[in-house]
């Protein structure tokens, strides 16, 4: 049985980047497989990184658990936990540091990015910890957005380096798994769409925010009058992602046809989404409102989660020499 297995940062409110690239496709998927075969997680302890305020983590992670009950995960099918509960896997972390060749980590983008900026230890050891994530569990379907392919490729070379090293097939090699037409959902600014960019959709904002998030989507100046290009426009990207095909044509003809100004489209664009997600926003709002609840559902995942990290985590010690844990 394949486990699939996925994790967003609590950096912010998920926005339609994660919720599009990786959370319905990840729910499809986990509500459709073996019972206790899917890991959905918060990934509190990359947030850590970027945010060094742990109430704030903290609060941010209701909201992206909050999110993923909304649009329907399963929690009875499969393990929903918070990271840092499950602290196992800082020590597989740990391992795998110890034998990662630092001069491969220098590589990595979301470090190379950062590099002239003061960064933390964290920031650079970012994929490894990611890595001990997925390994842990053996998972082999891991979704994601674009931006995280090299990140799982790390994942693989340790995965390789490590089977080889002890001479046996002890982790599986993951896949990561892109949702083609939303695996870099632009942003307001064209950008990648992101929680630390500005740039987000939050489709869990009051409408007033939304709206004004939609109205401050980039174009170009043509005037009202003027044909536009649907092929090469922000709302009409975004629009594509979210309306049905006849109300996606009706938009193009109106482009191609000219009369038609980004204004209209952009009013569009946020009553679509608010139709679309309707259901969703309710339910995250009432999610919100129960935060023992949310506590408790984590919590549960947690256990369920630990579980089978010792039990794995154990194996890999062996493989080590190293002591068992004993319960
Ligand atoms: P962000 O980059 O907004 O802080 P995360 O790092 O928590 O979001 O990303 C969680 C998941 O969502 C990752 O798999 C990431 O690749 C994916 N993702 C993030 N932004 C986008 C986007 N704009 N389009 C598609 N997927 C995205
Ligand atoms: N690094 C991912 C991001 O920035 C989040 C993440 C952490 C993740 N661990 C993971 C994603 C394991 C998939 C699998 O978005």
Redesign the pocket.
């Known amino acids: 049985m394949e486990k699939i ?5 609590s950096t912010g409110t998920p926005h339609l980047g994660n919720i599009l690239g990786v959370m319905i496709p990840s729910i499809n998927i986990a509500n459709m497989n073996e019972k206790n075969s899917s890991f959905i997680f918060i ?1 509190d302890l ?1 947030s850590m990184v970027q945010i060094n305020n742990i109430k704030t983590v903290k609060n941010n992670t209701y909201q992206i658990a909050a999110a993923w009950l909304a649009f329907g995960l399963n929690t009875e099918n499969c393990l929903f936990y918070r ?1 840092s509960d499950v602290s196992e896997v800082t020590e597989l972390a740990w391992y795998f540091s110890c034998f990662f060749p630092y001069q491969r980590l220098t590589l990595v983008h979301s470090f190379k990015n950062e590099v002239k900026k003061k960064i933390s230890l964290g920031l650079f050891s ?1 994929p490894i ?2 890595a001990a ?2 390994l842990l569990y053996n998972a082999s379907i ?1 979704p ?2 674009k ?2 392919l090299q ?1 799982i490729e790390i994942a693989r070379r340790i995965a390789t380096s490590f089977n080889k090293r002890i001479n046996e097939k002890l982790f599986v090699l993951p896949n990561a798994f892109l949702q083609k037409e939303a695996m870099s959902v632009p942003g307001t600014d064209g950008e990648k769409m992101s929680k630390s960019k500005n740039n987000w959709i939050n489709i869990f904002s009051a409408n007033e925010i939304l709206k004004k998030q939609i109205m401050s989507i980039r174009t170009d100046n043509k005037s009202l009058k003027e044909k536009k290009n649907p092929e090469q426009d922000y709302i009409m990207s975004l629009y594509k992602l979210v309306a049905p095909s006849e109300k996606i044509n009706e938009m193009k003809e109106k482009y191609i046809k000219g009369g038609y100004g980004y204004l209209e489209a952009k009013i569009s664009l946020y009553e679509m989404i608010l139709h679309k997600f309707s259901k969703e926003r309710k339910k995250f709002f009432s999610f919100m409102k129960k935060k023992s609840l949310l506590d408790h559902i984590l919590y549960s995942g947690a256990k369920k989660a630990k579980n089978v990290a010792i039990e794995r985590l154990n194996k890999i010690r062996k493989c080590l020499r190293l002591n068992s844990i004993k319960l």
Request: glycine share 10%; hydrophobic share 40%.
């Open positions: 297995l996925t994790g967003i940062r990934a990359h990271q970012y910890l990611m994530d997925i891991i994601v957005g931006d995280q990140h």
